[in-house]
């Protein structure tokens, strides 16, 4: 049972534009909810995280934004940097629950093209 | 700030040995939790060590087990390894408590099984 879904398995977009990656959840007991960038032969890089109280959160160049209706969490890069081309993971955990465990994804990667 | 550290970087072992792979938590880091990474897919929650005890386990069999030490460092053990068990392994630290849960990964140590 896949409780964290990204859907797209890849994208591909041009510098300088929105990069915008999805993850959709099916446990309503989540209530933090994270995105993670992976390049290859790292681990994973906590990128930005919001609360389920809250339906946006931003930093620098990412924002995160939390539809708790649809059980579906969005993360806009903008502007998109060749940089920026990795693995892409959302992750969720309810932190009202005796673990903080996060389940994660499948990942998304990203490519930014120049 | 120390981040989070692994080792080894690789491993290669046969099927039926056993393997420790070794974490050292991130400075002010009482949590460390443990992942599996297939290729191809997100990590899998392996389980979680909060002052020296497992606090939570995802669906994993009891020959993997663990362990936290004083300073919060961490193990992660394998007994009777199957071709399966070949993956990236990924420590991650973090704070537990503040209502958040922010998780922050080590590189990972590769394990192949033959």
């Known amino acids: 049972d896949q409780q964290v879904k990204q859907n797209s398995p890849s994208l591909s977009v041009q510098e300088g534009r929105i990069s915008i990656l999805n993850c959709d959840y099916t446990n309503s007991m989540f209530d933090y909810f994270l995105w993670y960038k992976k390049y290859p032969a790292e681990g994973p890089t906590f990128l930005i995280s919001i609360s389920s109280i809250k339906d946006k959160n931003e930093d620098g160049r990412f924002t995160v934004f939390l539809n708790k209706s649809a059980k579906h969490l969005s993360l806009h890069i903008v502007p998109s940097q060749p940089g920026d081309s990795a693995v892409y993971f959302c992750a969720a955990s309810a932190l009202g629950g005796n673990t903080g465990k996060l389940i994660f994804g499948q990942g998304t990667t990203l490519q930014v093209k120049p | 700030e120390t981040g989070v550290t692994q080792s080894p970087t690789h491993l290669i072992k046969t099927r039926g040995q056993q393997v420790t792979l070794r974490c050292s938590s991130q400075?002010?880091?009482?949590?460390v939790s443990w992942y599996q990474q297939a290729l191809g897919q997100g990590p899998q929650f392996i389980f979680q060590?909060?002052?020296?005890?497992?606090?939570g386990r995802g669906n994993f069999p009891p020959r993997f087990s663990g362990l936290q030490f004083p300073n919060y460092s961490s193990e992660l053990n394998v007994n009777a390894l199957e071709l399966d068990d070949s993956a990236l392994y990924l420590c991650?630290?973090?704070?537990?408590?503040?209502?958040?849960?922010?998780?922050?990964f080590g590189p990972g140590t590769r394990l192949t099984v033959l």
């Open positions: 991650a630290s973090s704070f537990s408590g503040g209502g958040r849960n922010e998780q922050f």
């Open positions: 060590y909060y002052r020296e005890e497992e606090n």
């Open positions: 400075s002010g880091h009482n949590t």
